[in-house]
């Protein structure tokens, strides 16, 4: 890290030490398969039953309505081939958003590949689903609607509860990826009508490789990873007792401060997005004003391309995302900003800055120092900045 | 991800900028896909005695471009002709794999600017063709299946 | 653990520290997305590189042949589903055996619900396959056959050379699930004509939650886990970077001293074997006697049921495992000990014991100290003990 | 997994044995299963003098066998018939889930018992059934879907 800015919040968070304290007895000492008889592993599995307890209660939800995964892609791929699969009989359609995560999408579009069909609500130039469009998409074959919680991207929150209150009225399965927004916004299944939830531990302070799935009691569900008898039948494979551990641990120090915490990152990304947009012309905010997580500031700066800004940032000491295509191995730009209505070439050139718990102001202070000067060279080396500025009068 | 080189050229690009009055300028590329290269020669009695270029695009659409004036630079027609996106990457020392385009990309603004070359003074290059309107087509990342 | 001796390596194995301090810095320090560009995660891109290489190097593979998943279950699951979807256009038949874990035989069985066929082995009395079954049961539909390398109930190996020879002159996809097997048993992909193979951490002193597929490249397979761009494409969701690691540096340390480990563990096997046999009348050893893992020993002691024989060895110290339905929620007893012909009420009465690294022959004189008396007290208790003594001429 | 209650009754059984020339004695379960249990009855003038049991099976199924055998030593026949598997259970404070077929093999096994001294006595007791062949029919884990 040495005296780097990290500011990809949104892409991955450092393990809190407390959490990685909690997990380290679980490696060594209490290490026993959590299904087996005898003492020694009465620890794990109680050590377990907490975990599913303290992630039950941060949404509201039930003990036995959670279960263990993977992380945040096999909640979502769980989530949706098995309540697509267990109603198949009712019907074959889904409802999803075009600016959902691609662990979301491409698990809609191998649906698509096996007979169901799949609705992509297309979003307003804030990232924001119309419920009109919603209402108008459902048909009687229609068993699911997934909608994410909050863009990863753009940092755009739904309007969750109005989309759970549809689905519940039209006796629709209502699954919402809240991988980006657990634990910055608040979540309550039952009021909000959620039937089935992904989470993930690595983008809330917890470690990799584990997430969880909540299902409402009663929603059927076909198993994904089949196997050993673990998580009630549902999701086979040995537990992966620290990495829960380390989850449970996670949500309880998040819990114990989540207010003041989205106020002081509100404010950070607010001066971020406020001054980056004052010092910097030819620049947008992308995603809506006020709703949006407090830890998001998403910017396009016309005329240049993110990865080469990235990279420049990086060796200014600033770690930051783009929804630039280079950055993913495709051509092609995100889905996201191309969904809000970004032409191909600026939404190219976008840049996500996401705050965290030790972003300070004197980080913010770094970076608008360092932002603008970064962008002007990339302006000065780009063939569209010498057009724009040749023929700016026709703009 | 990059090569020494690669950043070398990337944070200290060769031959950045415009050449007011060039003999042949051509643009490659486009913004959808995220990189527009531009390239500006000065030709005299067959030789490329300047050039100068113009990208938008990744760390790797900078550096050939940079790495691609640099090998042209005080060569004849002839020789510059002979120059692959191969022999950029290399020079380079290498591109990753999802990059490898962005040297094709190098190769087609230089023939562009060629072109444009001989277009305007009415001579023919041997194995010159017309620039392409997207050399993107065709090239994929790797299927899921 | 205090005091307690710990014979159930099979089901799990405490992490070695030395992996756990490998995979600290990795939580903490180096956390950065590996799919990021800048600088920090370059750390992360090449320690993921690194385990890569050693999973490929402890199989004879390539780098490029290695996934990484969550653990055993994932890469069986993956594997089977994948390839059978992959290949169904040429054919829907897969053959496997009666004795595979759980996560090849529900994967299967679910495969068969939608529209795949199936065709199970059976097994010798010792637990292996026949050849001849395996020839005739081929068909010009079969796409896939998925044998595994070693039993994790019994401890028999099969013969996987002469499957997989079998399988290339067939032109059949040959996966086998070699979660047991590895760091036991020398395993060489090229050599053995093996396709595709499944392993698992937490089984070699590394952490759970983490696994690896190996698919021979050329070999065709669907994902499993749709998403981000991870693993070229083949399996998303945010690398697990510390169980990575940990996997990584587990096959490092068990490859140092592999053969002298396996001879260690095999005389303390055999001390068990034999003595147990020797001392406990109307008991017979399950699995074939040479071609066994070096760790496992499973012991069936008539008239008496596993579970209470595992909580009174727990109550003597010993952790062992069974192959009794009362461990594992179901009613029927282990399906590896009903294929290898045991009767069920001889089932139920099974031991496994499974040594490990830190056993001792201090510990194995303790166990033989100990169950024989355990196994006399229940038999005093049970109905089926009485009857045998009173009818014993009749059977 | 298991409360106190339940490991004390396995590890100390109550009232384990055989009684040689019992009044009635009933054998439930089958061994495919995984549990057998045999109940051992001594009445004398309607009362259970005495009560013994064996039984092969888990944890549970000795600690219920154990418990069983508590609740209905010097009992009369129709008190012993009052008593239900929920019963047992509960005077073990509570069974896992799955283990609740095992209160429900102790309540058969001593109605197996019952009715064998019914049988042999030529007696008709108020509400007791002839046992059934298996009581598990019908019982199965939660499916997976
Ligand atoms: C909105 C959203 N969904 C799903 C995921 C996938 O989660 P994971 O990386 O734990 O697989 C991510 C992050 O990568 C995300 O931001
Ligand atoms: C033979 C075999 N296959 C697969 C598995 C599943 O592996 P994991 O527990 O890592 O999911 C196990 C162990 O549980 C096993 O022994």
């Not at chain 1, 769980?78 to 491409?106: D, F």
């Not at chain 1, 569900?221 to 009630?232: K, P, S």
Request: glycine letters at 8%; aromatic letters at 6%; a negative charge.
């Amino acid at each position: 890290m040495e005296n780097k800015i990290y500011l990809d919040h949104a892409a991955t968070t450092p393990t809190k030490p407390a959490v990685v304290e909690a997990m380290l007895p679980y490696f060594t000492e209490s290490f026993g398969n959590a299904s087996s008889v005898y003492e020694l592993s009465n620890n794990n599995r109680k050590a377990i039953a907490n975990a599913r307890e303290i992630v039950a209660k941060a949404i509201n939800a039930k003990d036995d309505e959670i279960y263990f995964t993977s992380g945040g892609t096999e909640a979502d791929n769980w989530a949706i081939k098995g309540i697509a699969e267990a109603y198949r009989a009712k019907g074959k359609h889904i409802i999803t958003s075009q600016i959902e995560h691609h662990a979301v999408l491409h698990t809609c579009e191998y649906l698509e590949k096996h007979g169901y069909e799949v609705t992509y609500l297309p979003v307003d130039e804030f990232g924001r689903i119309r419920i009109e469009d919603l209402q108008n998409a459902i048909k009687d074959t229609t068993t699911l609607i997934t909608i994410m919680f909050a863009n990863n991207e753009i940092g755009t929150v739904q309007n969750i509860k109005e989309i759970g209150d549809l689905a519940r009225a039209n006796k629709i399965i209502f699954h919402t990826d809240a991988v980006q927004a657990f634990m910055q916004e608040d979540i309550d299944v039952v009021d909000m009508n959620i039937d089935a939830l992904s989470i993930s531990a690595h983008k809330i302070y917890g470690p990799k490789g584990v997430g969880a799935m909540y299902l409402r009691k009663g929603v059927k569900i076909g198993a994904f990873m089949h196997g050993g008898a673990q998580e009630r039948h549902r999701r086979a494979g040995t537990e992966n007792v620290p990495g829960i551990v380390g989850l449970g641990k996670a949500i309880e120090i998040a819990s114990s401060d989540m207010n003041e915490k989205n106020a002081r990152q509100r404010r950070l990304r607010d001066r971020l997005i406020d001054e980056l947009l004052e010092k910097i012309p030819y620049a947008r905010l992308n995603g809506h004003r006020t709703e949006r997580l407090s830890n998001n500031a998403n910017i396009s700066f016309r005329f240049i391309e993110g990865e080469a800004l990235l990279i420049l940032l990086d060796m200014n000491g600033v770690c930051g995302s783009s929804g630039s295509a280079c950055t993913s191995g495709s051509l092609d730009p995100s889905h996201v900003l191309l969904a809000i209505g970004l032409p191909h070439e600026i939404a190219h050139g976008s840049l996500r800055l996401t705050v965290g718990d030790s972003t300070t102001d004197e980080d913010i202070d770094k970076v608008l120092e360092v932002v603008p000067g970064v962008v002007e060279r990339l302006r000065q080396m780009s063939p569209l900045y010498e057009d724009f500025l040749k023929n700016g009068s026709k703009e | 991800m990059y090569t020494e080189k690669v950043m070398d050229h990337f944070m200290n690009p060769r031959n950045m900028g415009e050449i007011t009055q060039a003999s042949g300028v051509g643009t490659v590329g486009n913004a959808k896909c995220g990189d527009i290269m531009r390239i500006f020669l000065e030709i005299k009695d067959g030789i490329i005695e300047d050039v100068k270029f113009k990208t938008f695009g990744c760390g790797a659409a900078v550096a050939t471009s940079s790495m691609a004036t640099e090998l042209v630079k005080g060569k004849s027609i002839q020789e510059a002709m002979t120059i692959t996106n191969k022999a950029v990457a290399e020079a380079l020392d290498g591109l990753p794999p999802v990059k490898m385009h962005c040297s094709l990309l190098a190769e087609e603004a230089l023939h562009a600017a060629l072109y444009d070359y001989a277009t305007k003074n009415n001579i023919v290059i041997d194995g010159l063709e017309a620039p392409k309107a997207d050399i993107h087509e065709g090239e994929e990342v790797e299927d899921e299946e």
